[in-house]
């Protein structure tokens, strides 16, 4: 998978960085494949609680930049066309960064196609340039105990709420798709992009590994291989790679 001497430098400077989250994403990975979905969301979850709580990410708390200005809360907006739902990720000034309201309004929204059969199809999009740039660096290190933490994503993770529909999912990514963005838009049972998006997961340098559910959800679209070197080296990649890697199914114009 590490195609060259350059890349397997910067690969092994990223994992000498940040040791311990580099030795529990291979660990909880290599276990993924033994365990359903929903008990592989569980194993994350208790994975990234043991890194919340590590002196590594509490480091990258104190040193983290966070954007001045004012406080601009997310939301989701849906709309509901005959039997289809579109939601749409509506904080553009932030790059439709994803904090506790957003979050929690993308819960409501799959469980309401998860009580609706009717629905026949939800389909996530986001308004302007970028799809999302992840979660709010600004609400890093609120809950500060890791098993409280913990419990809060095991009850409102929209990850959850997603994966019980993923045959009904669909998204359409333009721009950025970092982080928690991307790893429920992996969950869909189809993703199309524009050629100028582009995708990351930059957890590892926060001393934690993906927590909103990429770890399950990118290792059963791209496998564990690809997903370990997506968060190990931090890299960008294109959308003509995902395309190749079946990150994404197709790109649009």
Not at 7 to 17: F, M, P, Q, T, Y
Not at 97 to 103: E, F, G, L, V
């Amino acid at each position: 998978m590490v195609e060259s001497r350059p890349e397997a430098a910067h690969l092994a400077k990223a994992v000498i960085s940040q040791p311990l989250a580099a030795a529990t994403l291979v660990q909880l990975l290599r276990l993924l494949p033994s365990l359903s979905a929903e008990d592989g969301l569980t194993a994350e979850s208790l994975a990234y609680a043991t890194l919340q709580g590590s002196k590594a990410h509490r480091d990258w708390i104190a040193r983290r930049k966070i954007p001045s200005g004012d406080l601009i809360r997310g939301g989701v907006s849906l709309s509901r066309q005959g039997d289809d739902v579109v939601a749409v990720l509506s904080r553009p000034d932030a790059g439709n960064a994803i904090d506790q309201p957003m979050r929690d309004a993308l819960y409501e929204a799959f469980a309401l196609v998860n009580m609706d059969r009717s629905i026949t199809r939800i389909t996530l999009r986001a308004e302007r340039k970028a799809f999302s740039l992840g979660a709010d660096l600004g609400e890093f290190g609120t809950t500060t105990d890791p098993a409280t933490a913990h419990m809060i994503r095991s009850r409102t993770l929209p990850a959850r709420e997603a994966l019980h529909c993923a045959d009904r999912f669909a998204v359409e990514i333009d721009g950025a798709a970092i982080g928690a963005g991307l790893e429920l838009a992996a969950f869909a049972s189809r993703i199309t992009a524009t050629r100028r998006s582009w995708f990351q997961l930059p957890e590892l340098a926060m001393g934690v590994l993906p927590g909103a559910g990429g770890c399950v959800s990118l290792t059963r679209r791209i496998g564990r291989q690809r997903t370990a070197l997506m968060v190990l080296s931090g890299r960008r990649i294109g959308a003509r790679q995902a395309l190749e890697w079946g990150l994404v199914d197709a790109l649009v114009d």
